[in-house]
């Protein structure tokens, strides 16, 4: 899995949660988890409002 | 926390603080659980609403009321203004809230109609038995837990997992979702009686940038923008363009992020046991983005169709399908038409926009009601607006109300 969530960036919005079409990422209180259902697709990456997501492809 | 519950609501946001609340009033033992430490906190809001229904669910009580509106302003790409006033949305605009308290507020509500409340209570999936859900396993202070209930209600908000849990695909993709950024601004000067809008290819892609006051100096300045026009600039890089721009004096006290869904309606909204309400069904406004009445809405219809099902012993898809039938009536019609509208407005270019708002230059707007302006729209931008012809016959005809719409936000 390729995704990097800088957790200073983040302000916990959990819109990548929502366009995720793999479920792999949740948003716990002030911090993003991402587990192993990842496919490197990169739209959490696109979404983010602020650009905290990094997806390596 | 007990084994068993008649009900259980995940999530602790209007959706799922009105369904919660309703559901005990009905006589259901009812457990609502929240992920977050405290109820409302971070927002993620511009924290608009139209007067109309708002006291359906709570009475209007000025701590979580920041700003009483009288109007609002819509600005075109070269600056064209169109102002709506008070007269003309038919002497009842909006408030501007102040969502921590109002969240807390609808909750305290529920916990007082005998709801039981958990906070920093998370759910993490749903306990199903033949394809029926019967429950939820939880996170309690990181203690694991498994909470069995007769119906469970996703008011889980826009990163919702209880409808994916069971089968129903709910995520949403990058044309699916408006991408936000705002900013609480203090030291501006403002109107603090009207809210402003910024329409604009070069301000907010297939989207829009807000002023929403919050007292007399103070308000959320805030960029949605379709997330498939994110990228190279981000909803963030436009917000800090138009502060630089337009309030280079104002200091920036808070920062909220957030996304919208603006899918409009999606195929399912409940199965075995289980019913998804608000934000987590996609109730909001594809073209403002407001969601606020609609997960209310949602949430006071869902927990009648839940005390029905309970009172028959029925939890079946069949039962709960009630549901699906009220809200897609009401609520589910003016989203659908709102999605008609946002259809045809992300494709609109600058020079567009403009034209539909020099085109309202010379109406007179105190003497119109919204079903007038609509139809001088359509009638001086015919060719632009052809695209949304059956909705202005529905609206001429009276076919088409604006029962929760009175104005911009919801
Ligand atoms: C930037 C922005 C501006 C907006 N502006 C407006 C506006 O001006 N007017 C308007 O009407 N609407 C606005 N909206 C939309 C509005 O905020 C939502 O439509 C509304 O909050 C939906 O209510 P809800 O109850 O469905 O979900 P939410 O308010 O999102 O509540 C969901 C709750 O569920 C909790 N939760 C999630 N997962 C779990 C879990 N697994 N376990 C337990 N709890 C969980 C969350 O923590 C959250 O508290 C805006 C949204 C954004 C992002
Ligand atoms: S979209 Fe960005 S800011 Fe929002 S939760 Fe995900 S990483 Fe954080
Ligand atoms: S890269 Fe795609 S699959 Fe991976 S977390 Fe992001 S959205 Fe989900």
Redesign the interface.
Known sequence: MSIKINRYKCGYCGACVGVCPSGALELVETWVEANDCCTSCGLCAKICPVGAIEVNK | MKEMYDLIVVGGGPGGAIAAKNAAELGLDVLLIE???EIGD?V?CAEGVSKICLSDHIEPDPRWICADLTGSRIYSPDGTMVEMSEEMSGGEVGYVLERKVFDRALVDQCARAGAEVRVKT?ATGLIMEKGVVCGIYAMYLGEEYEIRSKIVIGAD?????VG?WAGIDT????TD?E???QYLVTNIDIDPQFCDFYLGNEIAPAGYLWVFPKGENMANIGVGIL?SK??DH???DYLDKFMRDVYPEGRIIE?????V?VSGPIEKTVSDGLILVGDAARQSDPITGGGIINAMEAGKIAAEVAADAIKKGDYTTDTLNEYETLWRSTIGKEIEYSLVVKETFIKFTDKDLNHLAQSLSNVNFYSLSLKDLLYALFKANKKLLWDLRGLFRDVVNNNFEFKYKKNQFD
Request: a positive charge; charged letters at 30%; aromatic letters at 4%.
């Open positions: 992920k977050r430490q971070p993620r998370r908000g826009m990163e919702s997992k994916r995520s949403l993709k990058p979702m991408t936000c950024v997330g994110s990228g981000r909803a963030i920062m909220v992020y957030g996304g869904p």
